[in-house]
């Protein structure tokens, strides 16, 4: 399995505090990603980095903010908390963004409860 | 990106073939069929991708139409740690970082 890990690995908050989840890396991709999974939603990507302080939205960005300041770690943060972000999260990695073989490697999951 | 098209939920034998079917009738020449499956309350994991011919690695086959507008995925020898949702996803190489999820189909294999 890729090295990816993610913490807390469970977490419960009330709205409007804020919140910072943490993947790290040991296989020294250079892209990482941050999703969200909601029932009936599949997986929807909230940010994803292309590189050290290189970090663009994806389809859910608003509420969260990212930051990766090294290689192997990409910060996930909810500045505010909201009951809407319930979900659990998932972070990915992969050693490209473009080409034929494509593999994103995904984390264990953050399982995000807001009271 | 093509959009996908699954069924809803699978069963299967445990011990006999799975076969799970994707239809993407609008994909273009250049977007591949990449297959994902998350067993419960674990992160997806990459099982097959391919273009225009079949592939076939230690996890699974991919049968890919000759008009591309449809492919199946074989699990020739179905376990209970089959038991998953199964997505497939197109994409092209041009597609960046985006990788779109559906919401698959879920297969349970049944001993």
């Known amino acids: 399995d890729a090295g990816i890990t993610q913490s807390p690995r469970h977490k419960v908050t009330e709205t409007g505090t804020p919140v910072t989840l943490r993947c790290h890396q040991t296989?020294?991709?250079?892209?990482m990603y941050w999703y969200r999974q909601d029932p009936g939603h599949g997986l929807r990507l909230i940010h994803y980095s292309y590189g050290v302080k290189d970090t663009d939205k994806g389809e859910v960005s608003d509420g969260y903010s990212v930051s990766r300041s090294k290689t192997e770690d990409f910060l996930l943060t909810l500045e505010s908390a909201t009951s809407s972000q319930t979900s659990v999260y998932f972070c990915?990695?992969?050693?490209?963004?473009?080409?034929?073989?494509?593999?994103?490697?995904f984390g264990p999951g953050t399982r995000l409860t807001v009271t | 990106d093509a959009k996908t098209t699954q069924p809803t939920s699978m069963d299967c034998a445990e011990g006999r073939a799975a076969n799970l079917p994707c239809n993407h009738s609008t994909i273009s020449g250049n977007e591949y069929v990449y297959w994902y499956r998350q067993i419960h309350s674990q992160g997806p994991q990459y099982i097959i991708h391919?273009?225009?011919n079949n592939e076939t690695n230690e996890m699974a086959s991919l049968i890919i139409t000759e008009d591309r507008k449809s492919s199946t995925l074989i699990l020739p020898h179905a376990t209970l740690r089959d038991t998953a949702v199964y997505y497939c996803?197109?994409?092209?190489?041009?597609?960046?970082?985006?990788?779109?999820f559906g919401e698959g189909t879920q297969l349970t294999v049944n001993p």
């Open positions: 296989e020294n991709h250079r892209y």
């Open positions: 990915a990695i992969s050693d490209r963004a473009s080409g034929a073989t494509y593999e994103q490697y």
């Open positions: 391919g273009l225009k």
């Open positions: 996803i197109v994409r092209g190489q041009t597609s960046g970082s985006r990788l779109t």
